[in-house]
C-alpha cells in the first residue's frame, strides 16, 4: 500500500497525515455496492412509478425510457454524493474517500467531468480503471483529468 505525507490546513492548524491511496480492489467492491444501491432504486422507486404512470419498462434500447431514467438516477447519485459528502454510499461503507491532490475543496467542474465525461472515457476504454493498479496515486484515467483520487479514510 502506498502512504505519503501531505499537510492539511483545518482551522489555522497544520497536522501532518499519512495518506493511503486506493487501490483497484477497494475501489471495485465499492463501486459494486454503490451499483446495488442503484439497482434498488431503481426496482423500488422507479419501476413503480413507470407502472403507476403507464410507462412501459420494456425495451432494451439505450433511449428506452428505463434507461433513461437509470442513466439519470446513476449519474445523479454519483455527482451528488461526491460533491456533498466525496464519497458515495460504497464508499462509506469501505471507508474511502474522493480528494483533490491540490487539498482543494472538489469544484462542480471537476466532479461533473470526473463523474460524467470522465467515467464514461474509462468504462469505454477499460485501461483506464485497470492503471489504478499501476500508478502511483492510484489514479483512474477519469482521476488523472480532474487531478483527484482516491483515498483511505480513519474511522
Known amino acids: ?52 404512470v403507464d410507462i412501459p419498462l420494456s425495451g432494451s434500447s439505450m433511449f428506452a425510457p428505463l434507461s433513461i431514467a437509470s442513466a439519470v438516477i446513476f449519474y445523479l447519485y454519483f455527482v451528488l454524493m461526491t460533491k456533498y459528502f466525496n464519497q458515495t454510499l460504497g464508499k462509506m461503507v469501505f471507508g474511502l474517500k474522493v480528494v483533490d491532490l491540490k487539498r482543494d475543496q472538489l469544484s462542480w467542474g471537476s466532479i461533473l467531468f470526473r463523474e460524467w465525461i470522465g467515467r464514461y472515457i474509462s468504462a469505454t476504454i477499460l485501461v483506464g480503471y485497470i492503471i489504478v493498479a499501476f500508478l502511483p496515486k492510484k489514479q483512474g484515467l477519469h482521476d488523472l483529468f480532474t487531478d483527484t483520487t482516491v483515498i483511505h479514510i480513519e474511522r
Not at 502506498?2 to 487501490?23: C, F, L, M, W
Not at 471495485?28 to 423500488?44: E, H, K, T
Open 1 to 52: 500500500m502506498e502512504t505519503n505525507e501531505y499537510q492539511e490546513n483545518s482551522n489555522d492548524k497544520t497536522e501532518n497525515h499519512s495518506v493511503r491511496y486506493a487501490g483497484f480492489w477497494m475501489r471495485f467492491w465499492a463501486y459494486l455496492l454503490d451499483l446495488v444501491v442503484l439497482g434498488s432504486i431503481v426496482r423500488l422507486l422507479i419501476k413503480p412509478v413507470f407502472r403507476i
